[in-house]
Every structure is written in C-alpha cells, then in structure tokens.
C-alpha cells in the first residue's frame, strides 16, 4: 500500500487534473455553440447550390466540361483529409484517419493526400503515402482556406496529374455523434435522370456563369466540410472532457478510500506499538 503522503499528493494530482478539464469543457461547450450555428446556417445555401450545379451537370451539353467528364476509375485520385490540429477530442481524429487508411486499401487505385490538420501531418509523415499538401486550420473555418485547398486541387486535376477528387471528413451530428464521410468533389456527378428537369436562364452568359460556377460549388463543398469538421472536434472535446472530469471524480472517490485505509493503518499501528510498550513496561 502507497504511504499516506503519496496518496494525498496524488488526490491533489487529480483535482488539479480535473479543474482543467472542467476548464476545457467549457471553453469546447462555448465554441461548439458557435461553431453549431455556423454549420446550420451554412447547409441550406451549400444544398440549394448543389442541387443547382448538379441539375447543370445532368445536361447532356455539359457532360464533356473538364470538371463534370467522367476519366479513368482506376487511375490515381487524390484525397483532402480534414483532421484536427489539436488532440484531447476522443476519437475524432482516430475515426477520420481510420476511413482514410480504408480509403487507401480500396484495390486498383492509387491515391495521394492532401492533408488539412497537424494530426493528419503526424500520422502519415513517416508512412509510406504520398502527400502531396498540407495546412493547418488554426481551429477556425475560413473561406480562404477552402480557397486554398481547392486551387491546389483543381490545378492537379486540371493538369491531369490525378483522374478524381475526394473529400474525407466527420459530418457533424451532435456532440456525441460524428461521422466520418467520403464524398467525390470531382467530376463532379450528376443526378439521375429527373421526370421534370428544371430550365435555367443565364445572366450574362450561359458559359461565364457556368465557368464560375462549378469551382465556387466545390470551394462551398470544401468550406462546408471544414465546417462540419471543426464542430465535430468542439463535440469530440467538450464529450471527452467530460467523460475525463467524471472519470477523475471517481478516481478521487477511490483514492480517499485508500487514504482513510491507509490512516486507520497508521493508528491502529501506533496504537499497538503503544499498548506493546506499555504491556512491557509492566512486565
């Protein structure tokens, strides 16, 4: 049994482990609130466009554009894997890089990443996967990082360097519900076929709007991942340090078990020794 004073120092230990993660919890509770708000605002206009690009894809005239043509299956893709920079948020990161070690065994195809988030960095710098990019997202979710990544990508695809774009990341639910999802940004796919397509009216032109068009649909795709991705780590975090704050309560619940174990110990002993000593001193 650990003496007495290791025990309190370890029971100090824990508390002072404890008020950090509370400290945590809330910080993660405050930013997920955000971060929330900021998902819900965002799917409606990213559903809207994507119904809008994917009713243009479906034409028949559009279906050589270079970003809705089909290319080869089997050739070598790439893929944006949205990860955090941080750690301290369960299984977040784990569950993401776990679909991408999937993704990667898929057979007959050969695939390169683009990594946003230090831990995705981390865990594939020593492996052998070709990476081709990363960033970092510095915990916030910005158009211009979506920009970034998109460029890159479609300056790949465009040179023909890689016959698919996909996107990897945890579409957000709840705070105790993410999921890790794959979705192709390109070629972009078009719908089945639809009883009552929709005719659209160009303004200034079909083809100018056509051309800013399909790249702002993948840059709002790629933004709208980060989105989700960034409140699903304020959920991972906000649920792991509360499991981790209940978790050291119990812990101290059963070190100051110990501790009064321990100091019952310690006076039953010196009572002993002191009945002893006076058994011997009358003998």
Known sequence: MASLKAIRKRIVSVRNTQQITKAMKMVAAAKLRRAQEAVVASRAYAEKLGEVVAGLASESSLREHPLVRERNPQGKVMLIVLTSDRGLCGGFNTNVLRQTERFLQTPDRSTVLSLVGRKAYDFYKRRPVEIVEHVTTAGTASIELAREVVARGLARYMNDEVEAIYLLFSRFRSAISQVPTVERLLPIEAPTADDNPREYLFEPSRDSVIEDLLPRYVEVKVFQAVLESI?????????????????????????????????????????????????????
């Open 231 to 283: 409140a699903s780590e304020h959920g991972a975090r906000m649920t792991a340090m509360e499991s981790a704050s209940k978790n050291a309560s119990d812990m101290i619940e059963r070190l100051t078990l110990e501790m009064n174990r321990a100091r019952q110990a310690t006076i039953t002993k010196e009572l002993m020794e002191i009945v002893g000593g006076a058994e011997a001193l009358k003998g």
